[in-house]
């Protein structure tokens, strides 16, 4: 198959960018080695929308953020993305660190972002009544947001797909070369696809990709980072976003509420030499638990219904790395998508876009539908458009998901959509079935039963992940 | 010889210590009630158990069953065989037979849940 | 345009059956039972071992047998039950939200309501056993009902953490579906299940019972591929140096049960914090009047023919609140139950001795294995009951059954409490 713009990646980076170029006359082809998208980093980080006072004035980091977190309301309502501007608050203990708070201020204006303040302990607690006891002051910075990375994920690859851009999924890439008229072969366990162009978003790979094809020009070291999640009744512990002051490992413990109504507390960072080692530890665990109560006080610990642990694709050079290769034309990297990854996924897409058009022509398709619809969300809807939907389809009055009140119907649409889900993860991260605090234990069965039924597959067949 | 067992009778599980002659309880202590004084005879001579487990059933669905009677221990796995290899056509009632003189024990295998 | 009902009972396993039953022959036939299973019969459809009955029916049953008893007595008596039905919501004055596929999102508004919506499992998350998140971690309810009800086996090569009474069952179940069950571990220096199931679903199989041993580390990225055992000192910690590996396809976990009450928070029902069900009074009636309390939801029992004996009282004494709508006969003389030395919790918290009428249960756990002691009831001036036991452990339920009259004579609040050393 031949096309014009092949994305390695289909993590929030090479979904917004896919959905992006789809806007123009492209034949794009997005591949991931996973039988779903989101399957990487973007599944497991801290769900923030960050303001983007943290990053170094210049730098890429700085300007795609405080640019995506910009798009967000925007992208919001015409992709259907659970989002909410629930502001954030970086809490400093001693009297001595108010320096390192006012820094953070004055970086954060000359990044351009808005609202900032700071506050003092008494300013900070009316927000906050659950800081703890040895919060001296906080910089508040009020166009933070939390957001669904499952869905902000899935919602650009599933308008890409509907504006024409392909998936090819379970398709690891296994070499890459460009021939003499700079067409480039990808190999793939599924076979081979030519492009004219080709878009390297395979995160904590990103590296071993660009490798394939071009010089070595930098490395991606992964960082892990362990969270815990608690239950929905644990979700008014804090109100915004809590963050200690950042250290060079990152921005360091946070407090969050989650879109959802529940509580994020994490991520450690641990530098690790595997690139699959998403595995949780003791020690990483219980320093969640320490360091969450420096700054918030009053966790329900006893309330954690899960926890997990992602690996940040942090690049060499301390910036995102999206550029088209000196040598290998044609070729673009968007690596060391680390922090703040997600925030600027939507900016990161329009600054691939501006290098792919110097690469190939582009011409806006005028059919191009910027909205997509997400699967309705009945547990929160109001009684009566609730009511209405269960009459046109009784298959969402029926309950399998008694955590997250997640209906047979829901269930259904996740699996039947396009790109629809094909594991029990898949269902999960589309429409939380399995999400909430028994953790999959009483619908799992069913949902087993659904996916084999629409697959045709055995139970045994059916698929937690990958 | 003395025997130390917890008896299986009932979820209070008392700790009986039996004296044993040639294969034979002559003693038992520690029981709460004549429940325990059979089971320790039993278990030192004989031991049985009752066996639970699913049949298929036509509908490609499971349907429960218990064995009658307690079998004896080390023909447990039998049963078990012999109920797998069998299954039953819809609808049973709790107590219909599904399986009869399972593994050549003598003891019936029967339907413990009504399904349609 | 909310219906109207006298009574709602929320949930139809033993706890709602027997509730509903019991209502029923106190004279208030006007009563629906909310399920939301496609069936009525709770957890104890997957229940197929024996076991139950032996005190309330006087035979060992299965799980199915017991239930189907209780769907008979419903069924005789032409008890309204609605599967497939969840309800969402409880409003403090009684108004119940209900969503079904037959019947669509409703009100229903109830006279009184008996919450018998039994547990869950505590899931892996809550247990914060580090490690990967691949397949084939189940809960061992969740692997039950994929065994019994299901007719799937989701492994061959299984180790059980925590020694509760699913698990113990499981640990035979999958044995006898022709799976290899490694090892059972658990946290603590005793058992979390009954004795007897140690004895006929380890014993009698050969599966190692490990004591103060804990999951330290889950290997394997899509599929489970094995899992880390540690030996555990005495506060619980894993001690350096005792890991053994396990390979293995299937970890099964039973680390304990939750009381599921989500709904009784949307009725301002006030939460016990060591049950995690509600705060129950004599008449097992909740801090919402009118809204009463039963089975697992109220605190997780042992054996379900407790369960059916407590919610044929809540559903007693529902049927009387509704017939007295709500009046007492004596101004109220409300006492305090204290949970004292060795003692967890108690259910009843309180009881009215001026309206009491019926014998008093009080149930309860202990926190540790006593072995001669004594169950003591009473206060500073009066000792009411003192009661021998020549062993007390966790995962037993015990129940003291007291007059209220005796109640009444200790004049204040009282305590249950472990006196040791009474051998």
Redesign the interface.
Known sequence: MKYDAVIIGAGVVGCAAARELSRYDLDILVIDRESDVCEGTSKANSAIIHAGFDAAPGTLKAKLNVQGNAMMDKLSEELDIPFRRSGAMVVCREESELAKLEELLERGKANGVEGLKILDRNEALELEPNLSDEVYAALYAPTSGIVCPFEMTLAFAENAHKNGAEFMLSAAVTGISRDENGIFTVGTTKGAVTAKCVINCAGVFSDKIHDMVCEPSFTIAPRRGEY??LDR?AGKTVNCTIFQLPTKMGKGILVSPTVHGNLLLGPTADDTENR?D?????G??GNVRAKSALSVKNIPYGQ?????AGLRAAGNTGDFIIREDDKVKGFIDAAGIESPGLTSAPAIALYIRDIVAGILPLKEKPDFDPIRKGIPKLASMP?EE??EL??KR??Y???VC??E?I??GEILDSIERPLGAAT?DGVKRRVRAGMG??????C??KV??MLAKKQGIT??EV???? | MTRNMICIGCPMGCELTVEVEDGKAVSVTGNTCGVGKKYAETEVSAPTRMVTTTIMSDSGKPVPVKTGTAVPKDRIFDVVKAVKSASVKLPVKIGDIAVSDAAGTGVDVIVTKDTE | MAENISLAVIGGGPAGMAAAISAYDSGIKDVTIFERDTELGGILNQCIHNGFGLHTFKEELTGPEYAGRFIAQVKERGIRYETGSMVLSISPDKEITVVSKAKGLRTVKAEAVILAMGCRERPRGALNIPGMRPQGIYTAGTAQKLVNCEGFLPGKEVVILGSGDIGLIMARRMTLEGAHVKAVAELMPYSGGLKRNIVQCLDDFGIPLLLSHTVTDIKGKRKLEGVTISEVDSTSTPIPGTEQYYECDTLLLSCGLIPENELSLTAGIKINGMTNGPEADDRLQTSTEGIFACGNVLHVHDLVDFVSEEAARAGRNAARYITEKGRKNNAPEIIRIIPGNGVRYTVPCTVDTANADEDIHIRFRVRNVYKGCAIKVGNESTELISKKKRITVPSEMEDIVIKPELLRSAGGDITVSIEEGQV
């Open positions: 815990m999640l009744n699959e998403t595995a949780t530890t003791r990483g665990l954690v219904i899960t926890s997990f009684a609730r009511a269960i009459r009784p298959e009055g029926q309950i008694r955590c009140q209906s047979e029990l605090r028994c953790q999959a234990g009483f799992s069965p087993i039963d139970y045994g698929k937690k992940n990958g």
